[in-house]
């Protein structure tokens, strides 16, 4: 197989030249060795790269240094690597290029070509809307203002699918490369999380061939960390991070490997500034995100180094299958903060793209383009899409360097086309097209690799499907790469990469039922042995092996239970629930707007549905209705429990448990259903049902069970939550006897449940409490609830004023929050930053922390939280001064505790009294006043007075903690 892109540092010595296809927006690198004389005397010189066919600003040196003149001694072997960037429309090899070494002396050497290739590339030209101009010129200002700047930047580029920011950024580079700017460029498409990001970018900075990153390097990278002062553990499991095998399990976290590259990045980028640009963000793994925020925070903290962090994703609210959200406000963080430049492109209106048309394409007429966005949209995916299609309808041809670069050569075909269906799937066409000049194994090739994912291993692929001759395999993938169909990956070798998501879905759009059956059953016979459990129950769903894929969904959901991968659980399981019974597709949402934006991978919405065979209706229903339960405690965990989601599953689960005569299953339902009450602040209609719960977990004759202990823990909070401890404490007692031994989790919880009832009496035995629940979850291994520990000490530290201590297990806590991906529980850990930023006086950064757990409460509808945020969000207004917001704000806290309209809405409690405390201390300071006073309780008038005398410490249930004398006068922080 050859290479169909090639890295900096793909070195393949004196071989035949290789058929390569450069993607557009990405350079091609050469490698070139040259080798001085033996008798030759020393000399000064400097080497660079020309070709006649290209200007200076295509061919360039990939390391900069080597552009600064260098003296070359007798004997001496240098290698230089080179970024070309090809224009389209003709084939390169390697003798359209030549090495010049520049000297004042005459000099005699021998240079090599370490990696020849010939390339061919058809493309459109460089066209671009005015919305991409404006963006890319706004980009252009902001390496304008870095590169003036003394100290490092952060840059989000923030853009949806198909509006054009790949293209963008590739222009970026090369206008970056041809002002000779060093960059580390990462694609999220194969570099997925942090370590193979800190393997890649420990490589660029070497720099060193990927052969080489192995155990040869073991004694230098320790004497490295000798250097820097890395103690000898610490450097032994840096050793093993670069040079290990990748299936060995690192001991290094996000944390320990941002502080690393820190020191090799601000070194570096002392001498030679830096640009990184990591693009498709969104797809990276959590553990990858976390690592690129603690970096730039190093970076920016340390003071040393100029690096621009140029950042490429897709909005926040997008949620498909690739993006997750429990980093999505992560993102959202970097972007408002005060340390980052958020840049958007949106899609272009219809009146732009029909400018953008009359513009690119002379001869083009108002009832050509009227169709054309019709058919295609207006992003400029779209449109690129529909040019390209009809250019290869020759209908339409290239001009050489003057404007506009398109033109119209056949107008009545150019009308019949724009009249027919056609050009409404454009891809589609282009592809079948390509499919009918090329040999019908290609078309089974893409399929297979479709059906695999957005990248795939193409020799599996190809001997999953018989094909023995690899230069006729590499000869058509060129030509995919041609039709900007797929091309090969910058990262891996032998990856192949869709060009987008919409070419995917049209090469399995294209595919009769049966073909796509054929071929992913052949590629099911190819991999069952070594590919993951959940690669293999999406190829035998496809294949039609229903069976199979029951089998390897359920193995790989406990797989992905025991990682603590909740919401991965919930997606293969949903693909075994339609296995079971495909009616039930209709549990996942297709649309990324929805609000808990859950979709199952592409593939599988184009595939027959398969249903296990022999299975009676009973044991469909008993086997569904126990995957339904475990979603619903999976999305409860993750914070969805109260989501749209929860709610059709919980539906979907009654009728099936009704149906079947499941009393048990019912009795647990209406446990979760409580939850949800309760995740909504509902917290009397919450009691009811796990009234009910218990009831008919009684009346089944359940004992000892791990649904009807945490039921009797639910009924606790809830009791607690109201202000019986007496009763709750009762429940817990419940909860030991009905749990089942050895139940660590459960004990965990009423361990936690038992310190929370303390908070009204004695924050001392709360802390024991806690404390002695962490060691618990801790020793027994439960990452969710050492997070739920952290984040209560964390409470206790930052009201006791040990603010440093109580941030530091907070972000000890957020570390594991992204990485299990616990939404509920990253609303907590925002209220506790919010608090922190508060009381240091940082407003901005605690307003960046309450949107943050603001747009996740709203996501999941988790309203017991959502009160707390929007609470401390009038505080953080009134304390920036912002007035009018801090009144739409008071307001929005009174309708979510008082709840007008609602006749049988029960009275504010506890410490919900404190947020509406706030709001008439705020009035009686002047601030909304203009407004009519909502109905408060009467113990809200007797706390905000006491407040105002200075004795917060008489205020009940040690109210008086959460006051804080703050420059506006004392106000109550909430978090929970």
């Known amino acids: 197989m050859c290479w169909f892109s090639l890295s900096p540092f793909d070195i393949r010595s004196k071989v035949a030249p290789h058929r390569v296809i450069a993607r557009q927006g990405r350079p091609l690198y050469l490698n070139v060795e ?147 700017v060093e960059e580390i460029y990462v694609d999220c498409e194969t570099v997925r999380e942090d370590r193979s990001f800190f393997r890649q970018v420990v490589q660029d900075l070497l720099p060193l061939p990927s052969a080489i990153l192995d155990a040869e390097l073991r004694d230098s990278i320790r004497h490295w960390c000798d250097a820097v002062g890395i103690g000898a553990d610490a450097a032994h499991d840096v050793v093993e991070d670069l040079c290990g095998a990748n299936d060995r399990e690192s001991r290094l976290a996000p944390r320990h490997r941002a502080e690393l590259l820190s020191l090799l990045l601000g070194q570096r980028s002392s001498v030679l500034p830096q640009v990184l640009i990591v693009e498709d963000l969104h797809k990276a793994a959590p553990s990858l995100l976390s690592l690129l925020w603690q970096l730039a925070s190093a970076v920016r903290d340390s003071g040393r180094g100029r690096i621009l962090f140029l950042f490429c994703t897709r909005p926040y609210a997008s949620d498909t299958s690739e993006l997750r959200t429990e980093w999505l406000s992560l993102l959202g963080k970097l972007a408002k903060s005060d340390t980052a430049t958020l840049l958007t492109l949106d899609q272009p209106t219809r009146g732009a793209a029909e400018r953008f048309l009359s513009a690119v394409v002379e001869g083009l007429e108002t009832y050509h383009i009227e169709p054309i966005i019709t058919a295609a949209g207006s992003s400029p995916y779209a449109l690129r899409e529909a040019l390209l299609y009809l250019l290869l309808e020759n209908v339409l041809e290239v001009r050489s360097d003057v404007s506009p670069v398109l033109s119209v050569v056949d107008p009545p075909r150019l009308t019949n086309i724009c009249a027919s269906p056609k050009l409404q799937q454009a891809t589609q066409e282009r592809l079948q097209i390509l499919f009918g000049n090329q040999p019908e194994w290609l078309r089974r090739f893409l399929l297979a690799g479709a059906a695999y994912g957005r990248a795939f291993l193409s020799p599996v692929i190809a001997h999953a499907l018989g094909i023995p001759d690899d230069y006729a395999l590499d000869e058509a993938i060129e030509t995919c790469g041609r039709w900007s169909v797929a091309a090969g990956s910058t990262d891996r070798r032998n990856w ?59 193995k790989a959901a406990r797989e992905a239970k025991r990682s603590h991968r909740l919401d991965d659980v919930v997606e293969i399981n949903q693909l075994a629930i339609q ?215 964390s409470f206790l530290d930052l009201f006791e004023r040990d603010l440093e201590n109580g941030a530091e297990k907070t972000r000890h ?123 408060l309780p009467p113990e809200t008038g007797d706390y905000a007075a006491i407040v105002e005398r200075q004795r917060a410490g008489q205020l009940p249930d040690l109210m008086g903690n959460y006051c804080v004398d703050l420059p506006v006068g004392p106000r109550f922080l909430l978090t929970e």
């Open 34 to 180: 040259l080798t001085v004389p033996r008798n030759q005397e020393p000399f000064l010189a400097r080497l660079y790269v020309q070709s006649e066919q290209l200007s200076t600003s295509d061919c360039h040196p990939h390391t900069h240094s080597s552009t600064d003149e260098s003296v070359f001694a007798s004997g001496d072997v240098v290698t230089a690597v080179y970024n070309i960037w090809p224009r389209p429309g003709r084939t390169w090899s390697a003798s359209d290029f030549q090495v010049v070494v520049e000297s004042a002396a005459e000099v005699a050497v021998d240079t090599t070509f370490l990696n020849q290739f010939e390339l061919e590339y058809l493309s459109l030209p460089d066209i671009a809307l005015p919305t991409q101009q404006e963006a890319f010129a706004a980009l252009l200002r902001e390496t304008a203002i870095w590169r003036k700047d003394p100290a490092s930047r952060t840059t989000l580029f923030v853009a949806p699918p198909g509006a054009g920011k790949s293209h963008l950024l590739g222009k970026l580079r090369r206008k970056l490369a041809s002002e000779r």
């Open 496 to 554: 192949i990469e869709f060009d987008h998501d919409l070419i995917r879905d049209a090469v399995l759009r294209i595919a009769t039922p049966r073909q796509r059956q054929r071929v992913s059953g052949a590629l099911y016979e190819q991999l069952k042995h070594d590919a993951p459990e959940g690669t293999l129950a999406r190829i035998a769903y496809q294949a039609g092996h229903a069976a199979d894929a029951l089998e390897h969904a359920r």
């Open 579 to 793: 296995t079971l019974d495909p009616d039930m597709a209709r549990l996942s949402v297709p649309d990324p707007t929805a609000e808990y934006g859950f979709a199952l991978d592409s593939a599988i919405r184009f595939a027959t549905p398969a249903r296990v065979p022999d299975m009676q209706p009973h044991e469909v229903d008993r086997s569904v209705l126990s995957l339904l339960i475990e979603n619903l405690d999976c999305l409860a965990s993750i914070g969805s429990g109260s989501s749209g989601l929860s709610a059709s599953t919980l539906s979907e689960a009654y009728m099936i448990a009704a149906r079947a005569g499941e009393d048990e299953a019912e009795a647990h339902l209406a446990a979760l259903e409580g939850r949800v009450r309760f995740e909504r602040d509902e917290v009397e209609k919450a009691l009811e049902l796990h009234q009910l719960a218990e009831r008919r977990f009684a009346r089944a004759g359940v004992k000892r069970s791990r649904a009807r202990a945490e039921n009797f823990i639910r009924l606790a909070i809830c009791y607690r939550t109201l202000g019986e401890q007496e009763r709750s404490f009762e429940h817990l007692r419940l909860a030991m006897r009905s749990c089942v031994r050895a139940d660590w989790s459960v004990l965990n919880k009423i361990r936690n449940n038992a310190g929370a009832i303390f908070l009204k009496r004695d924050w001392t035995e709360t802390r024991v409490q806690w404390e002695k629940e962490l060691a618990h979850a801790r020793r027994h291994h439960l990452d969710i609830r050492v997070v739920h520990a952290l984040l209560g000490l």
């Open 813 to 935: 806590a957020i570390e594991i929050i992204q990485r299990l991906r616990l939404d509920n529980q990253s609303v907590r850990a925002a209220l506790n930053m919010s608090v922190y930023h508060i009381m240091r006086r940082d407003y901005d950064q605690a307003f960046v922390w309450l949107q943050d757990g603001e747009k996740t409460a709203l996501r999941h509808r988790i309203g017991r939280r959502l009160w707390r945020v929007v609470s401390n969000m009038g505080t953080v207004h009134e304390l920036r001064g912002e007035t009018r917001l801090c009144v739409i704000r008071d307001r929005q806290a009174a309708n979510l505790l008082l709840r007008s309209g609602e006749a049988d809405a029960p009275a504010p409690h506890g410490r919900q009294i404190l947020a509406l405390v706030n709001l008439l201390l705020r009035r009686n300071s002047g601030i909304g006043t203009e407004d009519p006073a909502p109905p």
